[in-house]
């Protein structure tokens, strides 16, 4: 390997009685691959492609130590024995890649609920989580002795399953642990709550217990907050202090430090935008003083970035999870000299949304991830047969499409109707706090332009211009609806359209984000989706200096954000530009220069005053007319938005699966 460029990255390091063989530690997420609280071959796989990519450590996926912690159906339990199998099909598989393979065995005390397993919440004291809102049982010395038991069990069976080691979690990102160790959560008056050292028993006692089970031949760490990062939290200076005295027990080998609670969730995974490294100051403070080896996280996406944060001494090693979902082979190509190769993580967190829907963890445009078993990147079969095709459509589809098709051997000609491939992606990045979504676009004109591809800019395809093609695939997008309607009128969705929609001064929120017209004054914007659409045609105007009102059918705005877990991040930005929301409402009339609005409960009618123009949020149209006009004539295809308008990462997915077909 290449380590010229990154002699840091690519170092080996000493981590208790093993050694890394570079600084690159792919951390604990959650992958919904489990299935009756047991690891699969999916997850096997999806382990694998980032040990074989590179990353010298990984730890799994955080597995519960007791019943009370199900998030969702089929949550890993550390403590069955049924587990030790799955660990050694999991440990050969990725130490054939001579990458250490821990367990993170983990509670997640009052920040869940008791749907799932039927069971109570625990936690130290009756203190429900913001999130969840349930209250807790309060744990007797009992329970407690249950938990610790959970953790023993836990790292016995990683020990007899073949595993490297254990990464003891729970104290950091608001967990059990962390909320026995928090005066902002822990208010018990016997041994385990009041001072510190009460505070700290059950931790203590967690790791006499795992180190008594795995001896001194595995590596035991601990995961724990540099930051809580709300009043009444730990801070930097105390958990400083909490860390030193873990060290001097001299059970554990290293030290994974993170931020945030359930609180503001934002501090543990935040999307784009976030200041790359953002935990890294707390993070180095507290590492000068210790001696093990620290994992610094905190949106670390390049590999840049990464080395001089090494260099710096904020961390030991460079812990990274979105970054790994997004590109497996991101240590790879670093450490042998293809950085700009890397597919960035833009902080979308579709991650998140899937997790969110119940659904196996994705990537916003990786669609390998999550499913390696049935789409490997690395392995595409050359066509049978060569034929030219014709892509119509340079968004994030066609781009992909046309990638795929070309390294498979096809003759692929690219047409695009505007000057720029992109699609809606590049218009949606013209968002500030969007912008990192230009990433998707940037990667994949990197690698259609490492292929042998024409591209045909400015230009709109007729059935003409593909006469001479073997096979066409449609991927052009589709076009904002302007009817005025919302789904509680499904009747009229065909029909006329709502009075004034069809003004002049009225814009779909795909016109307004492909013209950009200067709009002044006050804006209304009408969303009946609820996604991010409305929030970044808001964001736009209001960072012009626009007065922006923001109405909805919806109890409130951009909903959908929740999945992603930035609602209140959005919400809060806008609110801070002076956003205007109107929510329950429908919009009933358009005027010259105002709107009537009816609210759906009460009926009563709001009028806004001095609107200057309007953009409906209302779904959109699929662009499928070329598609049936050629159809009858030659194999045809749609994909993307022009299937059916949805999600970035439904385009990029349908482009790589129909180019793996023809």
């Keep these: 390997m290449t380590a010229d460029r990154y002699p840091i990255l690519g170092s080996p390091i000493k981590l208790g009685p093993k050694t890394a063989r570079n600084r690159i530690w792919m951390t604990a997420h959650a992958t919904l691959l489990v299935k009756d609280h047991l690891f699969t071959d999916a997850h096997i796989a999806y ?187 730990l801070g930097p200076d105390e958990w400083a202090d909490i860390a030193r005295e873990f060290e001097a027990t001299g059970l554990i080998d290293y030290i994974s430090f993170s931020h945030g609670t359930y609180i503001n969730r934002m501090l543990i995974y935040p999307t784009a935008p976030e200041t790359h490294g953002f935990q890294l100051k707390a993070t180095g403070k507290i590492k000068n003083g210790l001696t093990v080896p620290v994992v610094g996280v905190g949106r670390i996406t390049n590999p840049d970035e990464a080395e001089a944060w090494l260099a710096e001494g904020q961390c030991d090693f460079v812990g990274m999870a979105r970054a790994l979902i997004a590109d497996p082979r991101w240590a790879n190509k670093a450490l042998e000299g293809e950085p700009q190769s890397i597919r960035p993580c833009v902080g979308a967190n579709w991650c998140m949304s899937r997790i969110f829907a119940q659904a196996p963890l994705g990537c916003i445009h990786n669609p390998s991830a999550g499913q390696e078993l049935e789409l490997d990147e690395t392995i595409l079969p050359l066509a049978h047969a060569k034929k030219s095709v014709a892509v119509v459509g340079g968004g994030p589809a066609g781009m992909r499409a046309s990638w795929t098709l070309a390294r498979r051997g096809h003759a692929v000609t690219l047409f695009e109707a505007s000057p720029e491939l992109g699609g809606q992606v590049r218009w949606w990045a013209l968002a500030e706090s969007r912008r990192e979504l230009i990433g998707i676009i940037s990667w994949l004109e990197d690698r259609v332009a490492e292929e042998d591809i024409k591209i045909v800019r400015n230009h709109r395809v007729t059935a003409a211009d593909l006469a001479d093609f073997d096979e066409i695939v449609v991927a052009a997008g589709s076009t904002g609806l302007k009817h005025g309607w919302t789904m509680l009128h499904p009747e009229k969705w065909n029909g006329d359209t709502l009075p004034g929609a069809e003004s002049s001064h009225v814009f779909s929120y795909t016109e307004f984000l492909s013209q950009q017209p200067d709009l002044t004054g006050e804006v209304l914007i009408f969303d009946i989706m609820g996604g991010r659409q409305g929030a970044v045609v808001a964001e736009i105007l209001a960072r012009k200096g626009v007065s922006v009102h923001f109405a909805t059918q919806l109890g409130q705005a951009s909903p959908d954000l929740a999945s992603s877990r930035d609602w209140g991040k959005v919400h809060g930005m806008l609110k801070k530009l002076g956003v205007k929301f109107h929510v329950d409402c429908e919009l009933t009339e358009i005027c010259e220069d105002h709107v009537r609005l009816q609210d759906l409960y009460t009926k009563k009618e709001l009028v806004v005053n001095s609107i200057s123009n309007v953009v409906l949020v209302q779904g959109s149209q699929a662009n499928d007319q070329l598609y049936h006009a050629m159809i009858a004539q030659k194999p045809c295809h749609l994909i993307g938005d022009a299937m059916a308008p949805r999600r970035v990462n439904d385009a990029i997915n349908e482009g790589e699966l129909i180019a793996r077909q023809i």
């Design 47 to 233: 382990y694998t492609e980032r040990a074989k990519g590179g990353a010298a450590v990984i730890t799994m996926e955080a597995m519960a130590t007791h019943p009370t912690t199900q998030p969702y159906k089929g949550k890993a339990f550390a403590f069955d024995p049924r587990m030790v199998p799955e660990y050694r099909k999991l440990a050969d598989a990725v130490h054939a890649y001579d990458t250490l393979l821990l367990a993170q065995p983990w509670h997640r005390g009052r920040q869940t609920n008791g749907i799932t397993n039927g069971l109570p919440v625990w936690a130290p004291s009756a203190v429900p989580c913001g999130v969840y809102r349930e209250m807790p049982h309060v744990m007797t010395t009992s329970d407690i002795n249950e938990i610790i038991d959970g953790y023993r069990l836990s790292a016995r069976y990683a020990r007899e399953g073949g595993l490297d080691g254990v990464e003891v979690h729970g104290m950091s990102h608001g967990y059990l642990l962390n909320q026995f160790l928090s005066p902002g959560t822990n208010f018990r008056q016997d041994r385990y709550g009041g001072s510190l050292e009460n505070r700290m028993r059950i931790v203590h006692e967690i790791l006499d217990a795992s180190r008594s089970e795995i001896g001194s031949d595995m590596i035991m760490g601990m995961r724990l907050n540099s930051d809580d990062g709300h009043e009444g939290g």
